[in-house]
Structures are given as structure tokens and as C-alpha cells.
């Protein structure tokens, strides 16, 4: 069924309209079928085919109508029938298309993974969408003639007389029967459905204020709304606690005022649904939808659905929201634009910010990327004029100031458990203040190794090259790589001795020796495994906001969402790690997470503090974080990458590939090496670099052998013209046992 270019085309009997769709198959080929009754109004469309075995069918998406194909007669199958919904516009197909150019990935795997799991099932569902019903004239008459006796039917149309519409599930759902009952109403033509649009678009834009904007922030949302209806990617850089969030609602709130859609993403699914319900009590009357992973997949399609319609006005979501369908969209806002996590690791290795701004471009609007520190490339953008740049330099509450930084030199001092003494004086003197304190260690587990005092030896992973972490919660041992968990080894498997000591620590260790050493002291510890179930980081910051604990011990996860106005301290242990990584953006997301933690205190007019425990207080990381500079870390952070010609001054793609045979990834690699040095070569100048092979940081993982070939170009353009010649020939090369990915901008090298 592929179609393959082989054969002259053959034009089907009787002009059946053939339809082109693609499929989440990793191949770059869209499929052919017969599709009677089609048109080219259904391209966009997502179709049900037969595809695979016999009696098989997938959803797949229309991407072409034509009306001849190559595809044998006798093997064209026709399309089984249309999914229920209303097909995907050009634009967003275009979106696709961008992404399958930019990222190399095929557009059916895009595509079919931008949409709700639910639209992919090929089995039939029903779609309860948020709908309005409303009384018709006729069911006013028929209010009046009613016999007493239908006592349901009364009542449901008297609400419904009562007011303009009501919510579908406030009348189906209130009701005996009322699912059923709805649905007789609806045939009798007593009642209607309405969509969800009864509020005045006006009124949907209400925005219920509570601060003054402060001179930065007007000007910050005059600037914005000047760019209304044009491209114009903006940088906003806002201390922390500068009122960025103020900033965005205002700019919603323009768009709104002119019937555009606006689109926000946040970096944290954990934290969406708290920023959901902010945006909601401020906009009282708009019609907002939430789009993450976490969801449950009815109300995810809902959303998705209402948003493809025009329906939702603001949807928030994490970075896959950046694909919504959106057919009035006027504004993106991408808060904590540096975020990592905006970048996906998996399949389509996308960042939702770089696609925010290739959308924003495609529909002419403001983008918003927010942040107190901004990741190098946007600055970089800056720089070269491509971004504008709006900077809010102080605290938005009155008299509310940076917190002052300190270090505690972690050469004279001896810890405990990877704690201070001077530290824990500091939190004590803070909660016995009734003020809290943050505690920030990047690093989960108790301690990242087991070692055994007699001969040294360290339990590593079966499966990877690397140190399994204990975990006292649990009891066992965990590679944080492929998640393998064992028993704690009760001797050293090496010299046999008993004396198997925890080295170094995590949030785990550090919670315990705080607990410790301040028993009266109310703690909590988030990071991934204590937050698993969701809700659960919601629940503990609740706590912390209300009161309820005095120390909060985590990982980076706590340096966002919720605002704590009784936290003045916060203490930072273990970072010194991340100034030796062999990752050149290690010194940035250090700077980053350190700052944006930092930023937690003192975010009322109390005043805040911070301490951080190291060796290297002179470092200039560490001495630019204290002088609370981002921008003078940025600016010598630039030079070194400009020096070292490493992003944003070049342009990376990294092959990575991997195999449990390393005579198969050898091979494979250095046949791609050939194939990259070729493609280079075709190139004018002596633009593109091509590396050699070499192992990944984490060499073995799973059981598989791991290396990466990097790609350094000097214009993005030329990487992107390396890219599309070589990766044709990787295609083409033998691929046994050999699994291997295209990453675009990699973020971790
Ligand atoms: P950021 O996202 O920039 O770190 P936030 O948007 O969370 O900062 O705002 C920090 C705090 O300042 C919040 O408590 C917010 O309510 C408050 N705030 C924002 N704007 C103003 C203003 N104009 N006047 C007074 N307080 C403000
Ligand atoms: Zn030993
Ligand atoms: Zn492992």
C-alpha cells in the first residue's frame, strides 16, 4: 500500500476520490484509500482504514485528496469511515509540516500524537461536549399545557424558562432520568442545544482586578498589546515576584476584548491546575480549558474539542497544548520560558516554546516568553534583535525586596548528613520566628551511593553504567535511570564485609537529619516520589500556604507555583556537582534553579534570605547569584559559549543510537559518520562540523550500549540542509538491532 513512486498511476474506476492519510507509523509516507463521498474539504479530517493484519483497522489523517494513485487496484482498500469530529484546518496541519521539516520526524507520528488518545481509538465514543440548552418557543407553549401529572418534564422546563441557557450536565444530571429526558425535550423541539456561548463575548472578557499595575507592568502590557494582530515574540524578563502573571492576565484580557483565543503554557503539570483556577477567579466569565497528560481522557478530548471549535478562550496546559487547534488564536504566553521541561525527550524531541514561537509567526500574534532567567538562546534572540525585550526589574508587592545571599563555605564547616550546623541554626531561628524555610536539593533519594567502608566497592546497576541510589523510604536500591530496584546488599559482594555505609545524600537524607536536628519542626519533602499521585504536591503546598509546615525539603519542584508569603529562608545544599558536569548548559541550569528557588523568599515585605552551603563561594556562579544578577551570569555565560562556539552561537543535532550488540552499533554509526561527512561536504563552505561517534554519559542503559554522533553547524539553516540530505541516507542504512534518534536543539549532550 505504500506508494511508492515504482509504478505509473493508475486513476480508479469510475473517479473514486483516493484520500492520502497519514499514520502513527515512523515511516515518511502518507497512505492511499478509497475514499467515496470525500472531498477536498476533508482533508484535515481523521479517518478510520483498514491497515495491518487482516481485519485491522487504525486512525489515521487525511493529508491529501487526489484522485490517482500508484497503489495496485486490486490492493486499495477504502476508508472505513470519518471519526466524529470536525477535521483539522490547514494551519495546523502546516504545524505538522513544520515540525516533520524542523525536527525530522514523521508527520503521521506527529499528528496522530498532537491529539487526544481518545480521537486515535478506533472504536466508537461518545463525546459528551459541554453544551448549552435553552427553551424554545415551542417548549414555552407547551410549559403552559403541560397535564401536572409530568411532573419531571415540568420542572426541567420551567429552569430552563427561568434563564438564558443552562449547562447540559445542570440539566441532564439534576434530574431523574435526565439524560433520556433531555433527549425527548430536544425531539420534541421543546428545547435546543446551544454552544457554550451565552455569555456575550464581551462579558467572556471581564477581568476582575486587584492590583494597580505598577509603571513596569503597564508598560510591559502596553508593549504587548501594541503587537496585537502582528508576529512579535517578546521576551519578558521579570525578577522573580515581579508580577509576571499580572502581566499575562492583563494581556489575556486584550485579547479577549477582541474575540482572539489565548494560549498559555506552563511548564509543570503539577502546578496547572492551581494556574487554571487563578486564571478562572480572575476571569470569571470566560470559558477556559486545561490540556495536559495527566487528564482524564474525556475531559482532555472536551477540552481539546472546545478549543478546535473556537469555543474555549484561554487554554492552559503543559507543552503538548501547544499543538491545540485554536481558529481564533491571538496571543501565547509561555511562562518560565527557560523551563526544561518544555523540551520532550521522547519521540517527536520538540520544544513547545521554538514551536510557540514558529506558531505564532504562522498566525501573526504576540508570543510571551516569561521568565526571571531566561535560557541563553532567547537572549541571544534578543541580542540579534529577532525577540523584543521587556524587563520588570523589581518586586511587584509593596516594598517586598530580593532576598539577601549569603554562603556557607563548606571547606571550614563540617555537616552532617550534607547539612551545616550554621543551617540548621538558621532554620530554627526562622520557624521559631513562625517564619518557614526551604531547604532545595537537587537530588532525590537518600543517598546517591552505597559504599562499602572496608574496600570501596558501590553497587551499580545490571543493566546501566551507573550508581544505584538508596532510597530509606522504600528500603532498596534504585537505578534512576531504568528504574531496576533491589534489595539492600547486607554485605559488600566484594570483600564481604558488613560495614555498607550511605554516601552523599538526597532529599531523603536531608529531611531526616532536619527532622532530627528540629523535631518540633512541621516537614514536608516534595520531590518525584514523594508527589506521585496527583494532587499530592497541590495538598502539601496547600499546607505550606496555609501554615501548616514550617520547613519544606525538595527537589526543583518547589521552585515553582504557589506563592509562600511567610517563607524568608531558603537554604541550597549540594549544588556544587553541577559546576564540574560535563554538560555545557549545566552552569546555566544551576544559575536557573538556584535563582528561581532563591526567588521564593521574602516574596512579602518581610524580607528574605538565602544560604548557600559550598565549596566554591567564589565561583561566578555563585558570586552572580548573589549579587541577584542574572543578566551579568548570562552575559559571561554568553561569552564562554561564544568562545567555545556552543549554542546559541551554533546549532546542534544529535544522533544517538543504541544496541545490545556493539559490533551492530559500531557499524551503523560509523556508516552514518560517512553518510554526515558526505552531506557536510555538499555543503558550501566550511559550515557544518560532523563529530565523531562517541559513548553517551550514561554509556550503558537497559542492557543497551549507548553513543552519540553530534552535528555542529554555524547557521541554523545549515544544519537544517545537513539534516535533510543525511538523514535520508541514515534511513536507508541497515538498522539491525540497532534503535536510534534524531534530537533537534538537544538539550542534554
Ligand atoms: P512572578 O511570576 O513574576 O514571580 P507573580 O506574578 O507571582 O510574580 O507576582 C508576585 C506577587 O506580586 C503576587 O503575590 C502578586 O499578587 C503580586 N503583585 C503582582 N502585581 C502587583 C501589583 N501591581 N501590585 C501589588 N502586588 C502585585
Ligand atoms: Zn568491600
Ligand atoms: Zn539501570
Same mark, same amino acid.
Given at each position: 500500500?505504500?506508494?511508492?513512486?515504482?509504478?505509473?498511476?493508475?486513476?480508479?474506476?469510475?473517479?473514486?476520490?483516493?484520500?492520502?492519510?497519514?499514520?502513527?507509523?515512523?515511516?515518511?509516507?502518507?497512505?492511499?484509500?478509497?475514499?467515496?463521498?470525500?472531498?477536498?474539504?476533508?482533508?484535515?479530517?481523521?479517518?478510520?482504514?483498514?491497515?495491518?493484519?487482516?481485519?485491522?483497522?487504525?486512525?489515521?489523517?487525511?493529508?491529501?485528496?487526489?484522485?490517482?494513485?500508484?497503489?495496485?487496484?486490486?490492493?486499495?482498500?477504502?476508508?472505513?469511515?470519518?471519526?466524529?469530529?470536525?477535521?483539522?484546518?490547514?494551519?495546523?496541519?502546516?504545524?505538522?509540516?513544520?515540525?516533520?521539516?524542523?525536527?525530522?520526524?514523521?508527520?503521521?507520528?506527529?499528528?496522530?500524537?498532537?491529539?487526544?488518545?481518545?480521537?486515535?481509538?478506533?472504536?466508537?465514543?461518545?463525546?459528551?461536549?459541554?453544551?448549552?440548552?435553552?427553551?424554545?418557543?415551542?417548549?414555552?407553549?407547551?410549559?403552559?399545557?403541560?397535564?401536572?401529572?409530568?411532573?419531571?418534564?415540568?420542572?426541567?422546563?420551567?429552569?430552563?424558562?427561568?434563564?438564558?441557557?443552562?449547562?447540559?450536565?445542570?440539566?441532564?444530571?439534576?434530574?431523574?432520568?435526565?439524560?433520556?429526558?433531555?433527549?425527548?425535550?430536544?425531539?420534541?423541539?421543546?428545547?435546543?442545544?446551544?454552544?457554550?456561548?451565552?455569555?456575550?463575548?464581551?462579558?467572556?472578557?471581564?477581568?476582575?482586578?486587584?492590583?494597580?499595575?505598577?509603571?513596569?507592568?503597564?508598560?510591559?502590557?502596553?508593549?504587548?498589546?501594541?503587537?496585537?494582530?502582528?508576529?512579535?515574540?517578546?521576551?519578558?524578563?521579570?525578577?522573580?515576584?515581579?508580577?509576571?502573571?499580572?502581566?499575562?492576565?492583563?494581556?489575556?484580557?486584550?485579547?479577549?476584548?477582541?474575540?482572539?483565543?489565548?494560549?498559555?503554557?506552563?511548564?509543570?503539570?503539577?502546578?496547572?491546575?492551581?494556574?487554571?483556577?487563578?486564571?478562572?477567579?480572575?476571569?470569571?466569565?470566560?470559558?477556559?480549558?486545561?490540556?495536559?497528560?495527566?487528564?482524564?481522557?474525556?475531559?482532555?478530548?472536551?477540552?481539546?474539542?472546545? +478549543?478546535?471549535?473556537?469555543? =474555549?478562550? !484561554?487554554?492552559?496546559?503543559? %507543552?503538548?497544548? $501547544?499543538?491545540?487547534? @485554536? *481558529? /481564533?488564536?491571538?496571543?501565547?504566553?509561555?511562562?518560565?520560558?527557560?523551563?526544561?521541561?518544555?523540551?520532550?525527550?521522547?519521540?517527536?524531541?520538540?520544544?513547545?516554546?521554538?514551536?510557540?514561537?514558529?506558531?505564532?509567526?504562522?498566525?501573526?500574534?504576540?508570543?510571551?516568553?516569561?521568565?526571571?532567567?531566561?535560557?541563553?538562546?532567547?537572549?541571544?534572540?534578543? +541580542?540579534?534583535?529577532?525577540? =523584543?525585550? !521587556?524587563?520588570?526589574?523589581? %518586586?511587584?508587592? $509593596?516594598?517586598?525586596? @530580593? *532576598? /539577601?545571599?549569603?554562603?556557607?563555605?563548606?571547606?571550614?564547616?563540617?555537616?552532617?548528613?550534607?547539612?551545616?550546623?550554621?543551617?540548621?541554626?538558621?532554620?530554627?531561628?526562622?520557624?521559631?520566628?513562625?517564619?518557614?524555610?526551604?531547604?532545595?536539593?537537587?537530588?532525590?533519594?537518600?543517598?546517591?551511593?552505597?559504599?562499602?567502608?572496608?574496600?570501596?566497592?558501590?553497587?551499580?546497576?545490571?543493566?546501566?553504567?551507573?550508581?544505584?541510589?538508596?532510597?530509606?523510604?522504600?528500603?532498596?536500591?534504585?537505578?534512576?535511570?531504568?528504574?531496576?530496584?533491589?534489595?539492600?546488599?547486607?554485605?559488600?559482594?566484594?570483600?564481604?564485609?558488613?560495614?555498607?555505609?550511605?554516601?552523599?545524600?538526597?532529599?531523603?537524607?536531608?529531611?531526616?537529619?532536619?527532622?532530627?536536628?528540629?523535631?518540633?519542626?512541621?516537614?514536608?519533602?516534595?520531590?518525584?516520589?514523594?508527589?506521585?499521585?496527583?494532587?499530592?504536591?497541590?495538598?502539601?503546598?496547600?499546607?505550606?500556604?496555609?501554615?501548616?509546615?514550617?520547613?519544606?525539603?525538595?527537589?526543583?519542584?518547589?521552585?515553582?507555583?504557589?506563592?509562600?508569603?511567610?517563607?524568608?529562608?531558603?537554604?541550597?545544599?549540594?549544588?556544587?556537582?553541577?559546576?564540574?558536569?560535563?554538560?555545557?548548559?549545566?552552569?546555566?541550569?544551576?544559575?536557573?534553579?538556584?535563582?528561581?528557588?532563591?526567588?521564593?523568599?521574602?516574596?512579602?515585605?518581610?524580607?528574605?534570605?538565602?544560604?548557600?552551603?559550598?565549596?566554591?563561594?567564589?565561583?561566578?556562579?555563585?558570586?552572580?547569584?548573589?549579587?541577584?544578577?542574572?543578566?551579568?551570569?548570562?552575559?559571561?555565560?554568553?561569552?564562554?559559549?561564544?568562545?567555545?562556539?556552543?549554542?546559541?552561537?551554533?546549532?546542534?543535532?544529535?544522533?544517538?543510537?543504541?544496541?545490545?550488540?556493539?559490533?551492530?552499533?559500531?557499524?551503523?554509526?560509523?556508516?552514518?559518520?560517512?553518510?554526515?561527512?558526505?552531506?557536510?561536504?555538499?555543503?558550501?563552505?566550511?559550515?557544518?562540523?560532523?563529530?565523531?561517534?562517541?559513548?553517551?554519559?550514561?554509556?550503558?542503559?537497559?542492557?543497551?550500549?549507548?553513543?552519540?554522533?553530534?552535528?555542529?553547524?554555524?547557521?541554523?539553516?545549515?544544519?537544517?540542509?545537513?539534516?535533510?540530505?543525511?538523514?535520508?541516507?541514515?534511513?536507508?542504512?541497515?538498522?539491525?538491532?540497532?534503535?536510534?534518534?534524531?534530537?533537534?536543539?538537544?538539550?542534554?549532550?
Amino acid at each position: 500500500m505504500n506508494t511508492a513512486k515504482l509504478r505509473a498511476p493508475i486513476a480508479t474506476p469510475a473517479a473514486v476520490p483516493i484520500a492520502r492519510v497519514a499514520l502513527d507509523v515512523p515511516l515518511f509516507t502518507a497512505f492511499d484509500f478509497l475514499a467515496p463521498g470525500f472531498r477536498d474539504a476533508d482533508i484535515g479530517r481523521l479517518v478510520i482504514v483498514p491497515f495491518g493484519r487482516a481485519g485491522h483497522t487504525c486512525v489515521g489523517l487525511i493529508v491529501e485528496m487526489v484522485t490517482q494513485t500508484t497503489v495496485p487496484p486490486e490492493k486499495l482498500k477504502a476508508i472505513v469511515r470519518a471519526v466524529g469530529v470536525p477535521p483539522l484546518a490547514p494551519r495546523d496541519l502546516a504545524l505538522f509540516a513544520f515540525c516533520e521539516r524542523y525536527y525530522h520526524f514523521p508527520l503521521g507520528q506527529i499528528a496522530l500524537n498532537a491529539i487526544p488518545p481518545r480521537l486515535r481509538q478506533t472504536k466508537h465514543f461518545s463525546i459528551t461536549e459541554m453544551r448549552m440548552v435553552a427553551i424554545t418557543n415551542t417548549g414555552r407553549a407547551a410549559l403552559a399545557t403541560l397535564p401536572a401529572r409530568a411532573v419531571v418534564q415540568r420542572a426541567m422546563l420551567s429552569a430552563l424558562a427561568e434563564t438564558a441557557a443552562l449547562r447540559e450536565d445542570a440539566v441532564a444530571s439534576v434530574y431523574e432520568g435526565g439524560r433520556a429526558r433531555l433527549q425527548r425535550l430536544i425531539e420534541k423541539g421543546w428545547a435546543e442545544f446551544r454552544a457554550a456561548v451565552d455569555v456575550p463575548p464581551e462579558a467572556r472578557a471581564t477581568l476582575t482586578t486587584t492590583h494597580t499595575l505598577n509603571s513596569e507592568q503597564t508598560a510591559a502590557v502596553a508593549a504587548i498589546i501594541a503587537a496585537r494582530g502582528t508576529f512579535a515574540p517578546i521576551l519578558l524578563e521579570g525578577v522573580t515576584g515581579s508580577g509576571k502573571t499580572e502581566v499575562y492576565l492583563h494581556a489575556i484580557h486584550d485579547a479577549l476584548e477582541h474575540q482572539l483565543q489565548a494560549l498559555v503554557m506552563v511548564p509543570e503539570i503539577n502546578l496547572s491546575p492551581a494556574f487554571v483556577r487563578a486564571v478562572a477567579a480572575r476571569f470569571p466569565h470566560a470559558r477556559i480549558a486545561e490540556l495536559h497528560s495527566g487528564m482524564a481522557e474525556g475531559a482532555r478530548t472536551q477540552a481539546w474539542l472546545a +478549543a478546535q471549535r473556537g469555543d =474555549a478562550d !484561554i487554554v492552559i496546559g503543559t %507543552r503538548l497544548a $501547544v499543538f491545540t487547534p @485554536l *481558529p /481564533r488564536l491571538g496571543l501565547i504566553v509561555v511562562d518560565e520560558e527557560h523551563d526544561t521541561s518544555y523540551k520532550q525527550q521522547e519521540g517527536l524531541r520538540y520544544s513547545a516554546r521554538d514551536v510557540a514561537v514558529f506558531r505564532a509567526q504562522e498566525v501573526s500574534c504576540p508570543v510571551v516568553l516569561g521568565s526571571a532567567t531566561p535560557s541563553l538562546e532567547s537572549l541571544h534572540n534578543v +541580542a540579534r534583535n529577532r525577540f =523584543a525585550h !521587556i524587563a520588570l526589574r523589581a %518586586r511587584a508587592v $509593596v516594598n517586598a525586596t @530580593l *532576598p /539577601r545571599v549569603a554562603f556557607i563555605d563548606t571547606n571550614h564547616e563540617r555537616l552532617r548528613d550534607g547539612i551545616s550546623k550554621a543551617l540548621i541554626d538558621a532554620i530554627d531561628e526562622t520557624v521559631k520566628r513562625g517564619e518557614q524555610a526551604l531547604v532545595f536539593i537537587n537530588r532525590r533519594g537518600f543517598a546517591p551511593a552505597l559504599v562499602c567502608a572496608q574496600c570501596g566497592w558501590m553497587p551499580s546497576c545490571t543493566r546501566c553504567t551507573a550508581r544505584l541510589v538508596f532510597h530509606r523510604g522504600i528500603d532498596r536500591l534504585r537505578c534512576h535511570h531504568c528504574g531496576l530496584t533491589v534489595r539492600v546488599p547486607s554485605h559488600c559482594a566484594d570483600c564481604g564485609s558488613h560495614q555498607m555505609i550511605a554516601a552523599g545524600e538526597g532529599t531523603e537524607r536531608i529531611e531526616s537529619a532536619l527532622a532530627a536536628a528540629l523535631p518540633e519542626a512541621r516537614m514536608a519533602r516534595v520531590d518525584r516520589d514523594s508527589t506521585r499521585r496527583v494532587g499530592s504536591l497541590e495538598a502539601i503546598f496547600a499546607r505550606a500556604e496555609a501554615g501548616a509546615l514550617d520547613v519544606l525539603v525538595g527537589t526543583q519542584m518547589l521552585s515553582k507555583g504557589h506563592d509562600f508569603p511567610n517563607l524568608t529562608l531558603v537554604g541550597v545544599v549540594n549544588a556544587d556537582g553541577a559546576l564540574f558536569s560535563a554538560d555545557f548548559r549545566a552552569a546555566e541550569r544551576l544559575a536557573q534553579q538556584i535563582m528561581q528557588v532563591a526567588g521564593r523568599a521574602g516574596r512579602a515585605s518581610r524580607g528574605g534570605r538565602v544560604l548557600i552551603q559550598t565549596r566554591f563561594p567564589e565561583h561566578a556562579v555563585f558570586q552572580a547569584i548573589a549579587a541577584q544578577d542574572y543578566p551579568r551570569f548570562a552575559a559571561s555565560a554568553m561569552r564562554e559559549r561564544k568562545q567555545n562556539h556552543l549554542p546559541p552561537f551554533s546549532y546542534l543535532a544529535l544522533l544517538r543510537a543504541e544496541s545490545q550488540k556493539p559490533d551492530a552499533l559500531n557499524a551503523f554509526l560509523g556508516a552514518a559518520k560517512a553518510a554526515a561527512d558526505e552531506s557536510a561536504a555538499a555543503l558550501q563552505g566550511n559550515q557544518v562540523h560532523v563529530w565523531d561517534a562517541v559513548p553517551s554519559t550514561l554509556t550503558r542503559k537497559a542492557g543497551f550500549e549507548r553513543q552519540q554522533l553530534l552535528i555542529q553547524a554555524d547557521t541554523r539553516r545549515a544544519l537544517q540542509d545537513v539534516l535533510a540530505a543525511w538523514m535520508p541516507l541514515v534511513r536507508a542504512l541497515p538498522q539491525r538491532a540497532v534503535r536510534w534518534t534524531l534530537d533537534v536543539d538537544p538539550q542534554e549532550v
